[in-house]
């Protein structure tokens, strides 16, 4: 999260300069293509997803390379490495006011692409998923400091929204400690007692 970072110098009137009065309070910059996914999917999903979450303001999506991801990380949040999504909230959203910018979403095409193999949903919907986890940054969330609270609400969003397992959700499994499993010998069974 930080400043809001006006991709490409377009945005609205509100912090950035350029002019306002997209449609449906979104815009969509595509530097890299996502299979399955066309501008007008994604900007009723973001429409849909905004009001969802009760966001108010013009969201900015920029879906680009993962090269171009890092540089953000790099740039705004001092991490020199590749992630799959990252939100920048206007500043004005962070105190309250009703704002004409909500803020700005960078996610990885590359990175969207590869986990939809991985996790055996497609592209389009990893771009979804990513795009709802932003949003929730946008209006004030943060999973690394709220005690489930941003799980929780991504959770019955995805639900509402109809999306595949969250982005929350799957970190959160990947980082539990594998249960310890023992073998028995076959034809041994066990017994409870009671």
């Known amino acids: 999260m930080g400043p809001p970072v006006c991709f490409g110098g377009i945005a609205d009137t509100q912090g950035c300069g350029g002019k306002a009065g997209l449609r449906r309070g979104t815009l969509v910059i595509w530097l890299k293509r996502v299979a399955g996914l066309s501008t007008a999917a994604l900007e009723r999903f973001l429409v849909r997803a905004r009001r969802a979450v009760r966001l108010s303001g013009q969201i900015n999506v920029l879906v680009t390379s993962s090269a171009a991801v890092r540089s953000l990380n790099r740039r705004f949040r001092g991490k020199d490495k590749a992630t799959d999504v990252l939100s920048f909230p206007a500043s004005s959203a962070r105190r309250g006011k009703r704002a004409l910018l909500a803020g700005e979403i960078a996610i990885s095409a590359d990175v ?53 397992v969250g982005l929350i959700e799957r970190t959160a499994a990947a980082n539990r400690p594998l249960a310890k499993r023992t073998r028995r010998p076959a034809g041994v069974q066990t017994r409870r007692t009671e």
């Open 112 to 164: 969207a692409t590869q986990n939809a193999l991985r996790l055996g949903h497609s592209p389009a919907e990893e771009v979804k998923i990513l795009a709802l986890h932003g949003i929730l940054h946008l209006a004030g969330f943060d999973h690394e400091r709220d005690n489930g609270t941003m799980a929780r609400e991504e959770l019955r969003l995805r639900r509402v929204l109809r999306l595949p």
